[in-house]
């Protein structure tokens, strides 16, 4: 389902891989990339000059919130302790499939990332996190790691595992949380510093294209890194496009490409009613605004957010207001269920939007549901309630001229059609351990 | 060592005890109401809540002069450690040690108490459980060697203590059928947040009545890059 | 001279007893589902003492002071929530 279309000087973390169904193991990893040269262990100039490469590059976190890779490490490098490497492939955003691409496709190169920030930190251990049920890309990584063992590749001791397949299981301190022995829940965090901690120990959580991206920075330099992408958003990133275009899949592309020309790769027909962005926290662009460059800074000027690499495209005879409210319901079910207003809100927010989708609103149910989400937004332990708050604001904004129509004809004719969002079926029994 | 025999000294015993037990039994109902978040507009829940630690103040002075008195008077041989130690009175060794088995869980309570602001919610909250083991022994025990259980006025004292607090227990349960914990919580006037099932398509509805688990709306494609 | 102080609640921790808003209504009103909402200002000299008997009185401990320069909302860089 894959498709591999990047125009050639983007093809960096696709490098190798000529048909969806290739695996790079490592000989063929080291065919494409050369091997992996890790310094001895307390090489404090190598680490020095590793952090100024990856601080030079500008990458930016690939897991939706982007924060500066180098200054990440730096905090935990400041730490006494001897800190862990965590790989987060947990790739709980049901629209995006990047991290699952890279695991079954290119697991060395997320290994490699992770060895050279284990090496730099001196770590005392990595763990890569992938999601329960996720059994290829687990075995994969598993693979990968005996392979290096064999090969004697001296790194941190690797050891993948597998905490539960939930939304907000991935984020950073649910993870940890799991990681210690605990449930998959987010903590309260307010002015803690600004890591996680496993076992006492400073966490380092990284998203795996993160990483996958660190291995090709240690090898062919920041300056090569930055020699696509914009100024303030250099590099390339992977996408995974879906919705109405005839070929979705996974595209590497270079930051700042128009979402267009994104969608193009996957073989969009006609104009999209709008633009999923970001997943299911994220925001959606408006239909007449997919010249805008795939950015951080470009998209934010329309009101969107970059967050996790998701392009999803919605039909012309489609709903984004029906939408929403799917997505909606879905992200309440998937709340913690620890905070009052994310358990409460939530489910309120849904039931709102199923009314506005499906039902007959007026212009005062609106007033009503835009103070309920400044009500909820920011007021959970994690930022579950405020991504569903963004994308809901967002939806109101870009399907301005849908809500008109809701609001004085009720539901369109697209609120009945199929929805192109996948939600995966969740058991009953909801586990967090 | 303090002892003396006086009937002042049995009288205050039985008197304290009495007193006592409807203290206790205030501070268990006024615990309940707080887990029910009840108010009226003239008490509203902070009040509930001090007073239910302003009584429990008071019946621990009651229970303090309970077994002060009962120790001091040398009519009935019960000793110091008889209080804490169950069972070693000479003295209706049984029903004394019930007592003392109550104190023991009170004490515990109380140490928990004056030390909430320094210890874990969950050590708190853990500990305030034994008052629903202390009540009923201490119910169990003025009830068996409560001198004054041979007067009307005092059965039917007893009687109600008994039943306000199954009554208190029983509001609570009904009212809010699921275990309080922090999952959970009770929109202010008790109506559920929500309401309206979604019209038409195959969104759920949100059910409150319970802890609001939102069933999922299954269109699953399932994901076509998991295994 | 006094430091100024702000008002935080656990949400994890808040069990919507609602104690604090009817102690401290000029700074904590609750939402329609009886959490309560924060007005995360320096908390003026006169309502200190008030705010004080707030957090003692939580039956979850869920509120608590803390001091200017700290920040009152998830800083900034724990905001990196990487999935």
Redesign the interface.
Known sequence: MTTLEASPVTIRLLSGITDPADRLDLNGHEAVHGSLRLPGRRDAGWSNRFIAALDESGLTGRGGAGFPTAQKLQTIRAQRRRPVVVVNAMEGEPASGKDHFLATRVPHLVLDGAALMARSLDASAVQICVARGSRVAARSFAAAVAERARAGMREAPFEVVQPPARYVAGEESALANWLDGGESLPLFRPDRPAFPRVSGRPALVDNAETLAQVALIARYGPEWFRGVGTQEAPGTTLVTVSGAVRAPGIVEVALGTPVWSVLAMAGVVERPAGVLLGGYGGTWLAGADVATPYDPASLGAVGCTTGVGVMVALPTDGCGLAETARIARWMAGESAGQCGPCVFGLPTVADDLSLLAYGRTRRRDIDRLWARLGTIDGRGACRHPDGVVRLVKSAISAFAADLDHHLHHGPCRGANQQSVLAFPPVGEVVEWR | MLASTSPVLWYATRATGTVAMVLLTATVILGILTTTRAATSAVPRFAISDLHRRIALLSVVFLGLHILTAVIDTYVPIGWAAAVVPFTSTYRPFWIGLGAIAFDLLLAVIATSLLRQRISVRAFRGVHWLVYASWPVAMIHGIGTGTDLRFGWMQILVAACIVSVLAALAWRIRAHPYPGGHRTAVPPSGVPATGHAAVGRPATATSVAARPEVRRVSRAEPRETRS | MAIARRL?V??????????CA??LPELIR??????P?IDDTPIPPRLVELAETAV??C???ALSL?RVG??????L???????
């Open positions: 935080r656990d949400p994890v921790a808040c069990d919507a007893f609602g104690h009817e102690l609750l939402d329609e589902w009886g959490y909402v003692r009185a039956p979850r401990k803390h700290q920040s009152s909302s998830r800083n860089v724990a905001r990196a929530t990487d999935r």
